[in-house]
């Protein structure tokens, strides 16, 4: 069972960039589509956006234009680049995917802050 962990985040001021890493135990050539989420205090894990094998990527309105997913097979990570970050970006972030007729779990998630 493939295992993933997220890192990358931390306190940035607003308009800044960071970008998180999903680190996959194995291989990531069979998930599909993989998935970064977050949650922020006192609300729902909402989904940010979505990668399938084949490169294509959809985005939650909410961060179209200044998020970026993308996904590396050979070195078994996906990336979720943040630009123009805003204070409401401010959540811990998921990855998460498919795994044939599984998903791979939720792991511990990485804090986003985006304050002055």
């Known amino acids: 069972q493939v295992q993933l962990v997220e890192s990358g985040g931390g306190l940035v001021q607003p308009g800044g960039s960071l970008r998180l890493s999903c680190a996959a135990s194995?291989?990531?050539?069979?998930?599909?589509?993989m998935y970064w989420y977050r949650q922020a205090p006192g609300k729902e894990r909402e989904l940010v956006a979505i990668?399938?094998?084949?490169?294509?990527?959809n985005y939650a309105d909410s961060v179209k234009g200044r998020f970026t997913i993308s996904r590396d097979n050979a070195k078994n990570t996906m990336y979720l680049q943040m630009n123009s970050l805003k204070p409401e970006d401010t959540a811990v972030y998921y990855c998460?995917?498919?795994?044939?007729?599984?998903?791979?779990?939720w792991g511990q998630g990485t804090q986003v802050t985006v304050s002055s």
């Open positions: 990668i399938t094998s084949g490169g294509n990527t």
């Open positions: 194995g291989s990531i050539f069979r998930l599909n589509p």
């Open positions: 998460n995917a498919r795994n044939g007729a599984t998903m791979t779990g």
